[in-house]
């Protein structure tokens, strides 16, 4: 026995497959990486934010604490006519008095080395009499604030840091641009977004003609 086959189903027509335009399809993308590199680069946001603001008034935190030490070397790794123990002095160095930082500066003088050593909010100097190996440390530890400050503008961080920064500069960027794409698809909101946008950058452009020296 054949089965039956429903009337209303049979007419009822396939519906056609809509294909999205390219410029549906642009909105759809910008939206979500709008959306969602607006989550993920949040915190990125937030902290050049909050650090723009005491970069700005450095001298509301101006706390810093300095200590001094004195210790010796080894005489066969300081002697004048002769090439410094580099690696030992500054491993002696970091072992015995937990300076931190890069290694920013190694001088050698016929009578005395000079080494530097400098880190996001921190630096620490020592010179070292070569006829003696009798040496003088300084730290200098400017607080939370000033590592902070010091990972905002990129200083004495490192290559890893800097390459936080440039992904951070690229996101806000993107972010940027797809909340401007956006703005086009909102034809009720598309001049007054415009003109904020365009009046905000005036502002900006009018206090550095203004203000800035």
Do not use: C
């Not at 189903?9 to 959306?35: N, Y």
């Not at 002095?89 to 530097?116: K, N």
């Amino acid at each position: 026995m054949a089965a039956e086959v429903n009337p209303l189903v049979a007419a009822t027509p396939a519906r056609p497959v809509r294909v999205p335009t390219p410029k549906q399809r642009l909105s759809t993308v910008s939206r979500w990486l709008h959306i969602y590199l607006s989550m993920v680069s949040f915190a990125i946001v937030f902290f050049f934010a909050v650090t723009g603001l005491t970069l700005n008034h450095a001298d509301w935190f101006g706390t810093q604490a300095v200590s001094t030490h004195r210790g010796q070397l080894p005489q066969e790794w300081v002697a004048a006519g002769g090439a410094p123990a580099k690696l030992e002095i500054v491993e002696r160095l970091r072992s015995g008095h937990g300076v931190r930082g890069a290694l920013s500066d190694f001088r050698v003088d016929d009578s005395q080395l000079s080494i530097s050593f400098k880190g996001p909010g921190y630096a620490a100097d020592t010179f070292v009499d070569r006829a003696s190996g009798a040496y003088d440390l300084t730290e200098t530890r400017m607080g939370a604030v000033a590592v902070l400050n010091d990972l905002h503008k990129g200083r004495d961080t490192g290559h890893a840091w800097s390459w936080v920064i440039d992904v951070s500069a690229g996101l806000m960027a993107v972010v940027s641009l797809t909340g401007l794409i956006l703005i086009l698809f909102l034809k009720k909101r598309l001049v007054s977004g415009l003109m904020t946008a365009a009046v905000g950058g005036m502002v900006i452009y009018l206090i550095y003609l203004a203000f800035v020296p």
